[in-house]
């Protein structure tokens, strides 16, 4: 594959393409990243196979320090920087902006046609930051563990009770494939219900477009809108994977748009009672929403339904800057 030959660098770093066989490697430099429920154990080898992606890792000795992933999105236009990493003892030595700049460097001369990248930053953000990139959009994340089987009873009184108050249940609609198009290409939902007039898809952002759609709609995702007419709320639900933390633990992702909390509310137990059916032991799942909604959300999930809250991100936000 081109770029897999290292390539000589900075401060004694060579630059490859990852590859299969750098998988070990690199889940040795990631133990630590989120605590124990990091994707890339499941992303890395789907990622090689993605064809307007590049894995770029950077070496120092012949042994893989960091990585950075860039997918170019939207038409072509957009590059999105995912998956950083670098090893703990280089930390702090300027390797992440290096490997990053290297990246797109290689992206630039392969796709002449990018204008501008794009990144989503757990955290809260300094003025530093701001100074550099745009803020497109920002989301709060409620982090939760629970355990499926002491879930389930829950989940099914919690969505009777909702349903038996009348007002209190919204119905969501599980959407197909020509129903996810009509509505996520509706100019409407665009300006009125996607944040920043984007689609956030576990950590990466799409603007919502024809093709964005095309390769959104080839994964494992669940949609729901609470209207296929005039949604107030739509969401997407990833299929539950399995995580480093332990065995027999999963972890799954829900993006929410919208400000409506009834909806919310109802399309995140929705896809709860969707994806638990066969599923044992630990879950933790990952809700992303509006910030207007977390207050309630976490009201909600932890003094209603009995759940627990597992960390804080600090926050999800897209930013865009030139390339």
Partial sequence: MEGAKPEPGPVGLEFCLAQEGHFEEVMSISRDVYGGIDYLPVRYRTWLQEPARRVMLAKRNGRVIALVSVNVVDDGRTAVVEGLRVAPRERGKGIAGLIQEHCLDFIRAQFPEVEVRRYTRSGRLGPEVLAKFQLICKQEILSLYFKVEALRPKLGAAIVQLKASGTEWQEPIVLQAADVKRVFLNPTVIDTVLPGKTIV????????????????????????????????????????????????HHRLNIDIFGKHFPGARSQFLAHLQEVIGSLQGPLYCILYMDPSLWQEMHSFCLESFGLQSDRDFGGQSVLEAGI
């Fill in 201 to 248: 898809h576990d950590w990466a952002p799409f603007k919502a477009s024809g093709s964005n759609l095309e390769t959104l709609l080839k994964q494992d995702i669940v949609w729901m809108a609470d209207s296929k007419e005039e949604p107030s709320v739509l969401s997407l639900c990833t299929a539950p994977y399995a995580i480093p933390m332990g065995a027999n």
